[in-house]
């Protein structure tokens, strides 16, 4: 079965850190793009980031660029988002999805995804 | 970065009559050198993640029921449930995976009539 279990979430004060990991089971997690999607309380599905199959390539929204850092390890198929100097708007369930195997800049359709990961950021 | 604008926001329909969610986009997703759309839908229930059910415009996932369909093409799209089940309560949202930053729609919220 696939499977994408996300950690590492929790509360953080405004400007601080925090290191999202999610590890992945029942495909081969090398050959695929991976992505991180936040989606905050209430509120729609936001793309945040994704990384090529070796770690070669790496995009983000403008809102996180700078800040945040999506990396992988693919011999302990783990994939993690790096989130520094964290903002009140940072605040959301953090998911972690599967992308293509072969497309350009790994664009594609999000399949399957994780339960997510709770993060709030405040005083 | 192209925006998605979905409507309604919310819907309600009864049960076994037809639902339709449109979405746009404020630039083509058809890519011309292969003809694919790039668009997916994906329908989320309360407290679970996405799930996709449709991409390439109009192809079904794997185990999707058939009463789901999509249509549409260039900046133009449509979700149908063509009779609606109580399990379909939910929100449903499009995606383009046309460029960086691929983008959502707002979602739309189907309730039951």
């Known amino acids: 079965e696939v499977q994408l279990v996300e950690s590492g979430g929790g509360l953080v004060q405004p400007g601080g850190s925090l290191r999202l990991s999610c590890a992945a089971s029942?495909?081969?997690?090398?050959?695929?793009?991976m992505n991180w999607v936040r989606q905050a309380p209430g509120k729609g599905l936001e793309w945040v980031a994704n990384?090529?199959?070796?770690?070669?390539?790496?995009y983000y929204v403008d809102s996180v660029k700078g800040r945040f850092t999506i990396s992988r390890d693919n011999a302990k198929n783990l994939l993690s988002l790096q989130m520094n100097t964290l903002r009140a708007e940072d605040t959301a369930v953090y998911y972690c999805?599967?992308?293509?195997?072969?497309?350009?800049?790994?664009?594609?359709?999000?399949?399957?995804w994780g339960q997510g990961a709770l993060v709030t950021v405040s005083s | 970065e192209i925006v998605m604008t979905q409507s309604p926001e919310s819907l309600a329909v009864s049960l076994g009559e037809r639902a339709t969610i449109s979405c746009k986009s404020s630039?083509?997703?058809?890519?011309?050198?292969?003809?694919?759309?790039?668009l997916a839908w994906y329908q989320q229930k309360p407290g679970q993640p996405p799930k996709l059910l449709i991409y390439?415009?109009?192809t079904r996932e794997s185990g999707v029921p058939d009463r789901f369909s999509g249509s549409g093409s260039g900046t133009d799209f449509t979700l149908t449930i063509s009779s609606l089940q109580a399990e379909d309560v939910a929100v449903y949202y499009c995606?383009?995976?046309?460029?960086?930053?691929?983008?959502f729609g707002q979602g739309t919220r189907l309730e039951i009539k």
């Open positions: 630039h083509t997703v058809l890519y011309s050198s292969n003809n694919k759309n790039y």
């Open positions: 990384i090529r199959q070796d770690g070669s390539e790496e």
């Open positions: 029942g495909f081969s997690f090398s050959r695929y793009w």
């Open positions: 995606q383009q995976y046309y460029n960086i930053p691929i983008t």
């Open positions: 390439w415009a109009s």
């Open positions: 999805a599967r992308g293509p195997d072969i497309a350009a800049a790994g664009l594609n359709w999000f399949d399957p």
